[in-house]
């Protein structure tokens, strides 16, 4: 811990195209990236297949999937296959899609059904109830299925480096390279710092668009 805390605190480290701050740049990319396509496919079919019951199996199927899938011989197999620059964030969207898919499947699919007919009795349309009771009382297991993802992407986006990519991995993987422990070391705490970091943001987002009442599952869940 020493030694890494020494790497850390070295100011070379902090400076140039190799400097922390533009190795956490490009890793925030690589996440941000990968989180936003997986969130624009995953959480619409989510929301879509739990309020209409169709598809379940397929949601349960690929969350299964998801959980088994061996992400770096994925993104290995992506590097080896294809031709463009950018379709190494493949295999990070691939792994970001269960959670986002199954939790807001779930969240919306288990919305109290006397709300849903309390809703239909005022009149709303089924897009209305979707979209005033279900989604706003499906965002704690919304807000869940995001936030898995989004800490997975960022710990997997260090096997980018893996590739020849840049990133927090670059550390990790040139620093086992050259033997350099200390190096290895405070490329994981940037990157576990960076997780933790993600996540506070995404539970502020949370406490802006959850109900009040509605935290307290949020929580437990």
């Keep these: 811990m020493n030694q890494a805390w020494q790497w850390l605190t070295r100011p070379a480290n902090w400076h140039g ?8 740049l490009e890793h925030l990319a690589y996440t941000g990236i990968a989180f936003g396509l997986a969130a624009a496919i995953a959480l619409p079919l989510g929301v879509i297949i739990g309020h ?7 949601v349960i199927s690929l969350g299964n999937f ?9 993104l290995v197999f992506a ?14 969207v691939i792994l970001a899609i269960p959670p ?15 709300l849903k007919d309390a ?40 096997i980018a480096a893996y590739i020849g990519l840049g990133g927090l991995g670059r550390y990790i993987i040139d ?13 994981a705490i940037v990157v576990v710092v960076l997780a933790l970091l993600v996540q506070a943001a995404l539970l502020i987002l949370q406490r802006f668009t959850v109900s009040p009442g509605l935290r307290g599952q949020a929580r437990s869940s």
Aim: hydrophobic fraction near 50%; proline fraction near 6%; aromatic fraction near 4%.
């Design 79 to 92: 590097y080896v296959l294809v031709t463009s620059s950018v379709d190494w964030v493949i295999p990070l």
């Design 52 to 58: 209409t019951g169709r598809g379940a199996f397929a």
């Design 17 to 24: 195209s190799e400097g922390i701050p533009i190795r956490v």
């Design 66 to 74: 998801g959980r088994a899938l061996p992400t770096l011989g994925l």
């Design 175 to 187: 620093g086992l390279a050259n033997n350099d422990y200390a190096e290895v070391a405070g490329g």
């Design 119 to 158: 809703a239909r009795g005022m009149g709303m349309t089924g897009r209305q109830v979707l979209t005033r009771v279900e989604i706003p009382v499906a965002l704690p297991l919304i807000m869940l299925g995001l936030r898995i993802a989004a800490i997975q992407v960022v710990a997997t986006a260090t």
């Design 100 to 114: 986002i898919l199954v939790n807001a499947y779930e969240g919306v699919l288990g919305v109290d059904p006397d």
